[in-house]
């Protein structure tokens, strides 16, 4: 017999009931068409509007009420302002389970694939690249600025006789400092809910609840990384081991890192695996390791050689 779960009016999950159940449900006015309804085969949760025809005239294929019903539902408009019938505001059945809801594109009740530790690695290396590359656009031009303005003002005296060139390097560091809180509090909080290097890599910022996440939140969950770092960067191991591969910052800002198809229609088509661009950003980190790791026995040779 196969079984399915529903949402009711609250979007609350309850099941598993029988296709008679939900007939009764439905002739009762407890199933609206938007509501979602699942049984196992299917991919996704889908509208009962799309699946009442294969449960209701399945169980009752000559009950002309059913059939009506069922082409009424077919014909609502795909706002779900058509109402057929009352909405009952609770189940007969279950009481209260794990919530299931959609709303602003998030689908609540799938599977999730949690992002690991080196999903989240690639991604932070090619963050840091972005970054370092928009505050080196930044800091180069108003350097200059700052030293021509310390260059032409400064006196025996007074070296430092210009103000506004020094103000220019206060800026210059304050931008340094924010630029990365911006940077990650925007792209996190947009539609893409990640930042260019989360988006290479598949993955996404998400609230505990699996909702996006806002500027304020993004902006500071940045900072709360200085934590996880300042703790011989135990913060961000912690990502490869906790139930939710949650790194210290993520429990601090309540957030979670995941596969940028979780809480949406299609949690089928999320990836366990490391994927081909991880894969590549993981490989050549290693060698420019190496290559670093090399170039300091070389000096530290080379000048262990010169003191002898």
Not at 134 to 145: D, E, G, Q, T
Not at 152 to 178: E, K, R
Not at 266 to 291: C, D, F, K, N, Y
Request: charged share 15%.
């Amino acid at each position: 017999m196969t079984e399915w779960y529903y949402s009711d009016a609250q979007r609350t999950q309850h099941g598993p009931v029988t296709a008679a159940d939900l007939a009764a449900l439905h002739s009762r006015g407890q199933l609206p068409p938007e509501a979602l309804v699942w049984r196992e085969g299917m991919t996704a949760w889908r509208p009962w509007q799309e699946m009442m025809r294969e449960v209701i005239t399945g169980g009752a294929p000559d009950d002309p009420q059913a059939e009506a019903f069922v082409r009424a539902a077919e014909a609502a408009p795909a706002d779900g302002a058509y109402r057929p019938y009352a909405i009952a505001e609770a189940s007969p059945y279950a009481p209260p389970q794990a919530r299931l809801e959609q709303a602003d594109d998030v689908v609540r009740g799938g599977r999730i694939v949690y992002a690991g530790f080196w999903k989240r690695f690639a991604a932070y290396v090619i963050d840091s690249f972005v970054v370092g590359a928009v505050n080196y656009a930044i800091a180069i031009p108003i350097s200059l600025f700052a030293a021509v303005g310390l260059g032409a003002s400064a006196t025996p005296d007074n070296p430092f006789g210009s103000g506004a060139a020094i103000a220019l390097i206060g800026v210059m560091y304050l931008i340094q400092i924010l630029l990365p809180g911006i940077y990650f509090g925007w792209m996190q909080s947009s539609r893409h809910q990640a930042s260019l290097g989360k988006m290479a890599i598949g993955i996404k910022v998400t609230r505990g609840d699996g909702a996006p996440i806002q500027f304020w939140r993004g902006f500071g969950r940045y900072y709360a990384t200085i934590l996880s770092s300042l703790i011989l960067l135990i913060g961000f191991i912690m990502a490869g081991f906790t139930e939710r591969k949650q790194a210290l910052h993520d429990m601090i800002c309540d957030t979670l890192v995941v596969d940028k198809y979780a809480f949406t229609d299609h949690p089928e088509w999320q990836r366990e695996e490391l994927g081909t661009v991880t894969i590549v950003v993981l490989a050549l980190s290693g060698l420019m390791a190496l290559g670093l790791i090399a170039l300091f026995a070389v000096l530290g040779a080379v000048i262990a050689g010169g003191v002898h």
